[in-house]
């Protein structure tokens, strides 16, 4: 049986990759620290249906405690770990950027430093395109500089990306570091678009559209995301021999078993296209608040997903309404008419 440690299992993500391996036969060890970013009740309800398999397990505890996570992965004895636990969430850094420093780089070196003791196959870490900040040329290319973060939240994402390298290469630990795009579906986050524009118009409030709607996010549906990290799961990076270049369409390390890799659909949608679905979905019209754009926000984001499509033979193919439909049916079964 293939063994795998994830942490944030208790998260959006996390919840629905560690539900995919449980449904392929995978020995799963979840760790999260619960905290109180957002309502910790869905939190415990992702457990709570994961603990319902019996090839689940928990740890709950914060990355930054070394020694809980040490003893957690000991006894799991992995194969592979993915690193999913984070504080995500591009506009809350602006207000609380400690906890940033705190999770993703404290948090992420910690994993690191377990990873290398445990002796993993390979180590899959979370990493966002946040990082391609002020980038102006699309689509976001891995190869493409990202020196340029507009947040904490990048910046703390770069510095995990690059631990991650100077761990693959000092240590032989092989790193593949993901780059997501806006993550969305069933059992999403309360503090992303989707879940507050959905909220927000079944109660009739308005919601707020920055840049006045003239912003274009590569909307990455939670399924076609699982899929690909699973497929990346089998793909781990391999230090390049001496003297020889990696082929010119991959992102590996030349000294290294590194490489960064985009998943995201590849495909942008407007918000107020995206809006609209959601309109269509509910059956209801939203209120529109129009406002200017948000400081740290960036008006487009735009996946390569060559490499993605090199590497795994996979392209995610959900569409918008699709992926809106099924959150919508998922939210009015978790608001049970509480909205
Ligand atoms: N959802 C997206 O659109 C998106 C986009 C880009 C990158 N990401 C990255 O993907 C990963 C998963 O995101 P998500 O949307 O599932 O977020 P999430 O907030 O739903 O899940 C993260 C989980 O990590 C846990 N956690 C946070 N800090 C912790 C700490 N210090 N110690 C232990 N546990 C801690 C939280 O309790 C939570 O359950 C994150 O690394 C995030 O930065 C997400």
Redesign the pocket.
């Known amino acids: 049986m293939r063994r795998a440690f994830v942490?944030?299992?208790?998260?959006?993500?996390?919840?629905?990759l560690a539900r995919a391996l449980l449904a392929e036969g995978w020995r799963v060890y979840g760790?999260?620290?619960?905290?109180?970013?957002?309502d910790?009740a869905l939190?415990r309800r992702?457990h709570a249906i994961l603990l319902q398999s019996p090839g689940f397990s928990a740890t709950e505890?914060?990355?930054?405690?070394q020694a809980a996570l040490q003893a957690a992965v000991a006894e799991a004895a992995p194969e592979v770990i993915v690193?999913?636990?984070?504080?995500?969430?591009v506009r809350y850094s602006l207000e609380a950027p400690r906890?940033y420093l705190?999770?993703?780089v404290?948090?992420s070196f910690n994993v690191l430093e377990t990873a290398r003791a445990a002796g993993v196959r390979h180590l899959l870490?979370?990493?966002?395109?946040?990082v391609y900040g002020g980038n102006e040329t699309m689509p976001f290319r891995e190869s493409d500089k990202a020196d340029l973060p507009l947040t904490i939240?990048a910046a703390t994402?770069k510095a995990m990306e690059a631990m991650g390298h100077s761990h693959a290469h000092l240590w032989g630990v092989p790193v593949t570091c993901?780059?997501?795009?806006?993550?969305?579906g069933p059992w999403?986050?309360p503090?992303?678009a989707l879940f507050r524009f959905v909220a927000a118009i079944e109660q009739g409030r308005p919601i707020d559209i920055y840049n006045h709607g003239q912003m274009w996010r590569d909307f990455?549906y939670?399924d076609d995301l699982v899929r690909a990290i699973r497929l990346l799961i089998d793909c781990p990076p391999a230090r390049p021999a001496p003297g020889a270049a990696p082929p010119d369409w991959d992102t590996l390390s030349p000294v290294a078993p590194f490489r960064v890799v985009n998943i995201g659909a590849g495909r942008p949608v407007r918000l107020l296209d995206f809006v609209e679905a959601i309109e269509g979905a509910l059956g209801r019209t939203a209120i529109r608040n129009y406002m200017d754009m948000q400081p740290g926000d960036v008006p487009a984001t735009h996946a390569d997903t060559a490499l993605l499509e090199r590497l795994t033979g996979f392209r995610p193919e959900t569409d918008v309404a699709t992926g809106i439909a099924a959150f919508v049916a998922w939210y009015r079964d978790w608001t049970g008419g509480r909205a």
């Open positions: 942490t944030g299992t208790a998260g959006f993500i996390g919840f629905h760790y999260d620290g619960m905290t109180e970013y957002y910790v939190k992702r505890a914060m990355l930054e405690d690193h999913l636990a984070a504080q995500a969430g906890a705190d999770s993703n404290t948090g870490m979370a990493s966002t395109s946040s939240y994402k993901f780059r997501f795009f806006t993550v969305y999403g986050r503090d992303l990455t939670v």
